[in-house]
Structure formats: C-alpha cells, structure tokens
C-alpha cells in the first residue's frame, strides 16, 4: 500500500470513529437521558435501565465498540509517524489504545 493511500485510510478511520461514536451516544441522549441521569440516586437510574431493555444494552454495546476504526486509526497514524522520530509517539499511541479500552470497558 502507497504512504499516500495509508495516510488516507487512516484518516478515513478517525473521521469514520468519530461520527459513529456521535451516534449511539446520541441515542443514550434521547433514550437514557445521558449523561445527566448519572446526577440521579442509582436506584432510579438502576430503573430506567432496566425498563429501556434489549434495545439500551445494544445502545450501550454500540456506543462501547464503534470507537474501533479510531484504535486502528491511532496505530496507522504511529506508523506514518515514525520517520518523525517523535520523542512523545510511544506516549501518545499508548494513550491512544487505552482510550479504547476504556471507552470498551
């Protein structure tokens, strides 16, 4: 694959994370009330969860593993790096995958 064309993919998959990642979220917003129910005591936010059912656990699931093309955008974009000689690259691809394992967890 040209450098040209990796870059591009690597783009695509930030830009691609970031938009998916606005929609489950946007669905927690209108289904959930989030992030403003966490204010609430947690025997109501404990309700509400479970009356959105199915439905809200897969909003959940999606909002957790859309963030995906972002990881694979993260380690493209240390690869492209890498003739930069970054002093703070392994820094930031290590930030950048743990950001995902917590957006997951």
Same mark, same amino acid.
């Given at each position: 694959m040209s =450098? $040209?064309?990796f870059? $591009? +993919?690597?783009? @695509?998959?930030? @830009?691609?994370?970031? @938009? +998916?990642?606005?929609?489950p979220y946007t669905l927690l917003i209108m289904n959930f009330d989030y992030p403003d129910i966490l204010r609430q005591p947690? =025997? *109501?936010?404990?309700? $509400?969860?479970q009356a959105g059912g199915d439905a809200l656990i897969y909003t959940? +699931?999606?909002f957790a593993w859309v963030g995906l093309p972002m990881l694979f955008g993260? @380690?493209?974009l240390k690869r492209i +790096? =890498? $003739? *930069?000689?970054?002093?703070?690259l392994e820094t930031a691809t290590t930030i950048g995958v743990i950001g995902f394992i917590v957006q997951v967890a």
């Open positions: =450098e $040209k064309t870059r $591009k +993919l690597a783009g @695509i998959f930030f @830009i691609v994370g970031a @938009i +998916l990642v606005n929609i947690t =025997e *109501e936010i404990l309700t $509400k969860f959940w +699931l999606a993260t @380690i493209m +790096l =890498e $003739k *930069e000689n970054s002093p703070f």
